[in-house]
């Protein structure tokens, strides 16, 4: 099996300034380090390097994505804010969304690293790929940049694909901790596009990521989202993936699986409050690559997203990136000792209230599905 690994040094050179946390210097706040910084990312990638797995792993080199490519899912008014806000060199382009200079050209390259992924799976080069991109984009609404996201690094690469003919349908697993607004709404009323999130309920952004939220017009029935409790861990994230996404893959036969990977799921994210370990994100990964291989010829791609320990982040993604490979190395958790006294937890009856909720959903997308036939 040949995994695809997309990186590039520019990536970490996206700015997001001098915050405390998330909250802006003044007067009470002292300056420190944005938690959106090159950190986690950087200390992944150092990760597979020094542990061996990169010799184990296809590099690809990205492209920037064009302004065309943008607009296929961004506004012009969008894209020449961030532009704009670019070349002043620093500001805030929406809603923690922190900017600095050249990161218009930096996002451009982030959705490339995703694009670049998508390609090299969809035309055989390899089998599966990891793409690490930064800045993120499952909160980049079509009008508006959120939560660190620019533009919509997932939502610009698959229409690219439809675009080039090289993609048809596609499936958007997100098990970032938090919402994923921007990809849920840029294919809203698609069905060409199943977009399925599973998320802390009702952290960021609030009132968004409800069950009842399944998508309109002809996308109804095509978004999932299953909003689970605060505290949930390995018990509720394993029975989620194996009674709700894994029968809604299995229905929809995407040709192309892609997951948003973000790591703040685990129980060391300052943003988050759920309690995944490297192990728990190993077996997630290992039921996505079954899965592809079930339903799409195994064409499966991950493209990062958020995840704020920068001391964790890295042993949660080399864990997902050996299993993508099919290769482990000597790397051990360090933290492997103590995982099942905060991360081991069974399924829980509030939890599983959620997960039956959701599980409920799938007679719709059957419904359309076979309408659709």
Not at 151 to 158: K, Y
Not at 281 to 294: D, H, K, T, W
Not at 298 to 308: A, F, K
Not at 328 to 336: C, H, Q
Request: net charge negative.
């Amino acid at each position: 099996m040949a995994t695809g690994y997309v990186f590039h040094e520019q990536l970490m050179w996206h700015d997001t300034g001098s915050s405390a946390d998330m909250m802006p210097p003044g007067r009470f706040v002292e300056p420190g380090r944005h938690l959106e910084s090159p950190g986690s990312k950087r200390r992944l990638n150092n990760l597979i390097q020094v542990s061996g797995l990169s010799r184990h792993l296809v590099p690809i080199i990205p492209e920037p994505v064009s302004v065309e490519d943008l607009l296929r899912v961004h506004t012009q008014r969008h894209v020449d804010d961030i532009r704009m806000l670019s070349e002043r060199g620093s500001g805030f382009a929406g809603p923690q969304a922190p900017i600095g200079l050249n990161s218009f050209d930096i996002a451009l390259l982030s959705a490339g690293t995703t694009y670049a992924a998508m390609r090299a799976v969809l035309t055989g080069r390899v089998d599966n790929a990891y793409a690490l991109a930064r800045p993120p984009g499952h909160h980049a609404e079509p009008d508006q940049a959120l939560g660190n996201c620019l533009f919509s690094n997932i939502g610009v690469s698959v229409r690219r694909l439809q675009h080039e003919g090289l993609l048809g349908r596609a499936a958007v697993v997100d098990w970032d901790v938090h919402h994923g607004n921007g990809t849920e709404t840029v294919f809203y009323s698609d069905p060409s596009v199943l977009t399925i999130s599973v998320h802390q309920d009702n952290l960021y952004p609030t009132g968004r990521g409800a069950l009842v939220d399944n998508g309109k017009g002809a996308g109804e029935g095509y978004n999932i989202n299953i909003p689970l409790p605060a505290g949930s861990g390995t018990g509720a994230y394993e029975s989620t993936f194996d009674r709700v996404i894994a029968p809604a893959l299995r229905a929809y036969k995407p040709d192309l699986v892609i997951v948003a990977s973000g790591f703040d799921a685990s129980g060391f994210d300052p943003l988050g409050r759920m309690m995944l370990n490297s192990e728990c994100f190993r077996r997630l990964a290992a039921r996505m690559v079954a899965l592809a291989a079930e339903t799409s010829n195994g064409r499966l791609i991950m493209s990062h997203e958020g995840g704020y320990s920068e001391g964790y982040v890295p042993f949660c993604g080399h864990a997902v990136i050996e299993t993508l490979a099919n290769h482990r190395t000597e790397v051990v958790d360090p933290l492997s000792d103590h995982i099942d006294e905060w991360a081991g937890q069974d399924l829980q009856p509030h939890q599983a209230e959620v997960i039956d909720a959701a599980e409920g959903l799938l007679a719709g997308l059957r419904q359309r599905l076979a309408s659709a036939a």
